[in-house]
């Protein structure tokens, strides 16, 4: 398939489902929509929904003050002190929240049933590559995500980096972005793969072969702009292409040692119980994926305080891909046998972050993970805490963003709905703000 015709074929599919998401608030919001002051307002503004999650928990009655891009005052309207330039922004039968945050994304991809990994890795120019991650990251901030974790740029080398500064410069819009980098992954192990032994084929991440090779590669990451490392404890070079660990737990500590001593931290990939072993006793922040964790292995990251990051989104996702019909078609093994890891991290009181994978499927559509978290039995304000001040926390930003107390900063969204009863609501966006900058208002 020709890449031009399916850019512009996903174009006109996510303007259709963008619209139609959102014919069912426009009534509700119209009146309200006029009095919504433009990106470069300077004005303070008064946000009046129907109720407030703060990222912890639901408030109802209170109204929420933005000054200087922060949030000033939250509490009852008659508590708060609001300035004579004020414009009241009033939302009826709306939810206001903490900007959402994605822990897991790959803005430099898209979704695979487009164009194959292997051919974006092999195929697509890294202009292009950039090129479309500039539109991915506004969509991504359209869909009030405000912050992105995004972990490995899969062959596009720092462009993730070159992402974090336009966004910062004010170029192009998008979500904060904290970036991995290239992903540190085992010599030999990762891919493309599956071509002659004789050709050579660029590997889509930065390759080490012992401690040595790993620590060098921590040091240059840092050195050209990582946020966090990024390091695959385990992937497919097992037999017949099964997950199998990769690193030792001494490399696996190497890395944690170097990382750590410049103040970031390690994410592990890692799908299998002992590559999951191995990363949680090496010190590693989150885990990514845990597909095949055990109790065992939960209660070992419990006690040791990781994090597991699902991306159950992921998954899901790919099973589509393969001819998975949900609701329709028999459930896959595998996909049965992630919520069943889901549910085993769950019971062993593992912290949960939300982060999805996206790129997987398509970017601005990162609302999936949460609905999956719920269907695989979180609540919805589970989920939503999961998605902001647990991630915020993960981030080491709690006190700047994924809560909506004075002080932090005003990335906030306003979705039609209740979230804490329908999760799906937050796909229903009518407000997003920027630092106090109002950068999305739904159509009318
Ligand atoms: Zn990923």
């Given at each position: 398939?020709s890449?031009?015709?399916?850019?512009?074929?996903?174009?006109?599919?996510?303007?259709?489902?963008?619209?139609?998401?959102?014919?069912?608030?426009?009534?509700?919001?119209?009146?309200?929509?006029?009095?919504?002051?433009?990106?470069?307002?300077p004005?303070?503004?008064?946000?009046?929904?129907?109720?407030?999650?703060?990222?912890?928990?639901?408030?109802?009655?209170v109204?929420?003050?933005?000054?200087?891009?922060?949030?000033?005052?939250?509490?009852?309207?008659?508590?708060?002190?609001?300035?004579?330039?004020?414009?009241?922004?009033?939302?009826?039968?709306?939810?206001?929240?903490p900007?959402?945050?994605?822990?897991?994304?790959?803005?430099?991809?898209h979704?695979?049933?487009?164009?194959?990994?292997?051919?974006?890795?092999?195929?697509?120019?890294?202009?292009?590559?950039?090129?479309?991650?500039?539109?991915?990251?506004?969509?991504?901030?359209?869909?009030?995500?405000?912050?992105?974790?995004?972990?490995?740029?899969?062959?596009?080398?720092?462009?993730?980096?070159?992402?974090?500064?336009?966004?910062?410069?004010?170029?192009?819009?998008?979500?904060?972005?904290?970036?991995?980098?290239?992903?540190?992954?085992?010599?030999?192990?990762?891919?493309?793969?599956?071509?002659?032994?004789?050709?050579?084929?660029?590997?889509?991440?930065?390759?080490?072969?012992?401690?040595?090779?790993?620590?060098?590669?921590?040091?240059?990451?840092?050195?050209?702009?990582?946020?966090?490392?990024?390091?695959?404890?385990?992937y497919?070079?097992?037999?017949?292409?099964s997950?199998?660990?990769?690193?030792?737990?001494?490399?696996?500590?190497?890395?944690?040692a170097?990382?750590?001593?410049?103040?970031?931290?390690?994410?592990?990939?890692?799908?299998?119980?002992?590559?999951?072993?191995?990363?949680?006793?090496?010190?590693?922040?989150?885990?990514?994926?845990?597909?095949?964790?055990?109790?065992?292995?939960?209660?070992?990251?419990?006690?040791?305080?990781?994090?597991?990051?699902?991306?159950?989104?992921?998954?899901?996702?790919?099973?589509?891909?393969?001819?998975?019909?949900p609701?329709?078609?028999a459930e896959?093994?595998?996909?049965?046998?992630?919520?069943?890891?889901?549910?085993?991290?769950?019971?062993?009181?593992?912290?949960?972050?939300?982060?999805?994978?996206?790129?997987?499927?398509?970017?601005?559509?990162?609302?999936?993970?949460?609905?999956?978290?719920?269907?695989?039995?979180?609540?919805?304000?589970?989920?939503?805490?999961?998605?902001?001040?647990?991630?915020?926390?993960?981030?080491?930003?709690?006190?700047?963003?994924?809560?909506?107390?004075?002080?932090?900063?005003?990335?906030?969204?306003?979705?039609?709905?209740?979230?804490?009863?329908?999760?799906?609501?937050?796909?229903?966006?009518?407000?997003v703000?920027?630092?106090?900058?109002?950068?999305?208002?739904?159509?009318?």
């Amino acid at each position: 398939m020709s890449t031009p015709s399916v850019s512009l074929s996903v174009t006109a599919l996510l303007v259709a489902s963008v619209s139609l998401g959102l014919t069912s608030a426009k009534a509700v919001g119209a009146q309200a929509t006029s009095s919504v002051p433009n990106a470069a307002s300077p004005v303070p503004i008064l946000l009046v929904p129907d109720r407030v999650f703060d990222g912890t928990a639901q408030r109802e009655g209170v109204v929420v003050l933005v000054d200087s891009g922060r949030v000033t005052a939250i509490g009852p309207r008659a508590s708060v002190t609001v300035p004579g330039n004020t414009r009241v922004v009033a939302l009826p039968g709306t939810t206001l929240m903490p900007g959402l945050i994605d822990l897991h994304s790959h803005v430099l991809l898209h979704p695979y049933n487009e164009v194959a990994w292997d051919d974006q890795v092999l195929r697509e120019a890294w202009g292009e590559r950039v090129a479309r991650a500039t539109v991915h990251l506004s969509r991504t901030l359209d869909a009030g995500f405000t912050t992105l974790r995004d972990l490995g740029t899969e062959g596009a080398g720092s462009g993730d980096v070159g992402l974090r500064s336009a966004l910062e410069k004010g170029v192009i819009r998008g979500p904060r972005l904290i970036v991995a980098e290239q992903a540190i992954v085992m010599r030999g192990s990762y891919a493309p793969r599956g071509f002659a032994p004789e050709v050579r084929v660029p590997v889509a991440a930065e390759e080490a072969g012992n401690t040595s090779e790993l620590v060098a590669a921590v040091r240059g990451q840092i050195a050209r702009g990582a946020d966090v490392i990024k390091v695959y404890a385990d992937y497919r070079w097992g037999p017949n292409g099964s997950a199998a660990p990769a690193f030792t737990i001494e490399e696996l500590q190497a890395a944690v040692a170097i990382t750590n001593s410049s103040g970031r931290p390690v994410i592990a990939h890692a799908s299998t119980a002992e590559g999951m072993r191995r990363a949680t006793l090496a010190g590693v922040q989150t885990i990514e994926h845990g597909d095949g964790g055990t109790a065992e292995v939960f209660a070992l990251m419990k006690e040791r305080g990781v994090v597991l990051v699902p991306t159950v989104a992921a998954g899901h996702a790919i099973a589509q891909y393969g001819g998975w019909q949900p609701g329709v078609t028999a459930e896959p093994a595998r996909v049965r046998a992630k919520r069943a890891s889901l549910r085993a991290a769950l019971d062993a009181g593992v912290t949960i972050a939300n982060g999805s994978d996206v790129g997987v499927f398509a970017h601005g559509d990162n609302a999936r993970e949460l609905e999956i978290l719920v269907e695989y039995g979180m609540t919805p304000l589970q989920a939503l805490t999961a998605a902001t001040s647990i991630a915020a926390r993960v981030l080491g930003l709690e006190r700047t963003i994924g809560t909506v107390t004075p002080g932090a900063a005003a990335d906030l969204v306003l979705v039609q709905g209740n979230p804490s009863t329908d999760i799906s609501a937050i796909r229903n966006v009518q407000l997003v703000l920027q630092r106090g900058a109002v950068v999305y208002t739904a159509p009318r």
